[in-house]
């Protein structure tokens, strides 16, 4: 594990000051970044080897098969309009993989905890596949796909399966001119994909976030962001840990049953309702048929 962990750490208070991560960061530099921007970058927080462990994964869960019921994947059509897909997304994984459980337990917890100052609990998980020619992700804020349960905050960890750069469609976070944190709900689309509208997003200051699988980037769910397509000739992935507060309550069940009953997979469609793409705050943003 790279230095951020030992850096955050109680047991390692006393030493805090004489260490420094690659940014040369003290926890409390790290923490109160956050609590002014929304969202931070840690460089380099995982070891060459445990970066490898999160491509692999990723790997392996490329290769899943649907499974109804189980795991949760979503399909993207492709821009050549042949009627042809692709895998977009795939949620409800963690339980089905022991490796990725241990490296949450005792990775990824802890950490988002540290830099929020939070005890958080895990509210959903996805990896989103951007394909070669996948399309982006349209501005938005996180909190309004999310408002059927208690929490008013929600925080989000994300890990790289791939080096991540504007030419494959890396994530673009959207603040203040006044460098003002964003706290609030901002005027979105609420009968078409829930993204912002025209005028918000041209208010905002835009930056890139590139990143490599030993990177790991935190996010609350007010913080506008957005994504490009991905126009190189290799796959842009990511994995999303988003949590709650735990004294807001603990709704990761509850989450899985409200998304299979608004917005489930495909294999699941058979035995659901007819599925709506507009207005569906479970479809928020996203390039998924």
Known sequence: MGNYLSLLSPNNQGNQEKQATQQNKTKEEIQNEFNQNGYILLKNFFSEEEAEQITEIANELENWNEEPFKWMIYFENKLNNDNSKFKSRIENFLNYHPLLQKIFKEKINSLVNEITLKDLVLFKEKMNWKNPKGKGFKPHQDQPAWTDFKPSKYYTLALFANNTTIENGCLEFGTQKNKERINTLLDYEKNGTGELTEEVVSQLDWKYVETTPRDVLIFDSYIPHRSGD????????????????????????????????????????????????LGNKYNLANPIE
Request: hydrophobic share 25%; charged share 40%; aromatic share 18%.
């Open 230 to 277: 991905n126009t190189t000739d290799n796959s842009r992935r990511i994995f999303y840990f988003t949590f709650n507060d735990r004294e807001e309550g603990e709704y990761y069940d509850a989450y899985l049953v409200k998304k299979r009953e608004e917005f489930p997979p495909d294999i699941e469609r058979v035995y659901m309702k007819e599925v709506s793409l």
